[in-house]
């Protein structure tokens, strides 16, 4: 059923036992949908730096999805070399077995969404400065972007006592892609940045699904639409309308990456997706082969939840007011004016790459990857 064969599908589905003891507790958990694990197709060899210079690296999330999905986020992390977790509990993730469950992970701190995070977020310093001002008092996206700067704020703060060196904020539909690690690990590279860098973005890769009836997109989904970043120019103009697939931008959701923050005095967030220092100008550079794997409306059911994401009205004057992005004021608009025969059409249509002749195309290109 699935074609993963690569250094992603052995990660997500190495059977216990597997080399070191970070990838064994990654593989528990995380084959929560199959019976079978298919063997390794060659020996694991995890990287581990010479001792003393072994980076800690936390990543910080807005995690409202169920706990299977969280486990199976937290396992392929655990399995790069990240050794802490800042988990900020919404929705599903909140309810008291799922934090009890999430509480016994090893590396994980969980920060609920209550009264005492609430008073957390109104002392921030955030609201007193004008850099995302233009966010305050919106509903739905616009309220989400806030929350999730605030709650960066506050894991900057626990991995500064944790003796974290490095802090990404990923969300849990995303991955890292460790391009260039011969022993795929996000310690290793960013082991290997200069001591002057402060910041490392990652630029993002798009998931793209090839059917209608995907359930688990880690592992089923392997096509990316690759970041303008790591795309020839001339390609990226030549194909972007054929890329952008009748929607009316080259990605569906964001197109600026995510980034690493050393850990360090006066880091802040700069949004969701950056970050910034209060006592200096940081010196960023862009990876030039790894990426974020971004996992988004890969499958039927995520477009059809969007219809419940927001209070909104379903009218292109809500939408703008309640969404940030485009594509995803479409997504709502459909999931909630369409039935299901509609709105399945309206996903064929828009997120659907079944034809094998385009895709192979724009693999050759260079401007589609495969990655398994």
């Known amino acids: 059923m699935f074609r993963r064969r690569g250094s992603l599908y052995r990660v997500l589905t190495a059977p216990p036992g597997a080399a070191a003891e970070r990838l064994a507790y990654a593989a528990h958990g995380v084959q929560r949908h199959y019976q079978e694990t298919p063997p390794l197709s060659q020996p694991w060899h995890p990287w581990s730096p010479p001792e003393g210079s072994s980076e800690r690296i936390a990543f910080c999330a807005t995690a409202a999805e169920p706990l299977a999905d969280i486990r199976a986020w937290l396992n392929y992390a655990r399995a790069l070399g990240v050794t802490h977790f800042y988990l900020f509990t919404e929705g599903r993730a ?43 008092h919106k509903p739905c996206n616009y309220e989400l972007f806030v929350r999730q700067s605030l709650n960066m704020e506050i894991a900057i703060r626990h991995a500064a006592r944790d003796g974290v060196d490095w802090i990404l904020h990923i969300d849990t539909d995303e991955l890292i892609w460790p391009g260039g690690s011969p022993h795929y690990s996000l310690a290793q590279i960013l082991a290997a940045v200069e001591p002057s860098v402060d910041v490392v973005v990652f630029p993002n890769y798009e998931a793209m699904p090839e059917r209608d009836d995907v359930q688990d997109p880690f592992l089923e989904v392997t096509l990316f639409k690759r970041n303008f970043e790591h795309v020839d120019q001339s390609v990226y103009f030549a194909h972007y309308r054929e890329v952008a697939h009748d929607n009316g931008n080259f990605f569906l959701t964001y197109g600026n990456g995510k980034a690493a923050a050393r850990v360090q005095k006066g880091l802040r967030p700069n949004g969701a997706h950056r970050w910034q220092n209060y006592l ?44 940030i992005l485009p594509f995803d004021r479409a997504a709502y608009l459909a999931s909630s004016l369409m039935d299901d025969r509609e709105l399945r059409q309206w996903f064929k249509q828009h997120l659907l790459w079944d034809d094998p002749a385009v895709v192979d195309t724009l693999l050759h290109s260079g401007i589609f990857a495969r990655l398994y």
């Not at 005492?116 to 001002?133: F, G, K, P, Y």
């Not at 996992?295 to 809500?318: I, V």
């Open 94 to 136: 909140n309810l008291e077995a799922n934090v009890a469950a999430l509480q016994r992970e090893p590396g994980v701190t969980v920060i609920r969404n209550d009264e005492e995070l609430a008073r957390a977020h109104a002392s921030s310093r955030i609201w007193s400065e004008n850099w995302l001002s233009s966010f305050f």
């Open 280 to 323: 200096k100008i940081v010196n960023e550079i862009t990876s030039a082969q790894a990426a974020v794997l971004h996992y988004t409306y890969n499958r039927f059911s995520d477009l059809k939840a969007r219809r419940d994401r927001c209070d909104c009205a379903p009218n292109e004057e809500d939408a703008k007011r309640c969404f």
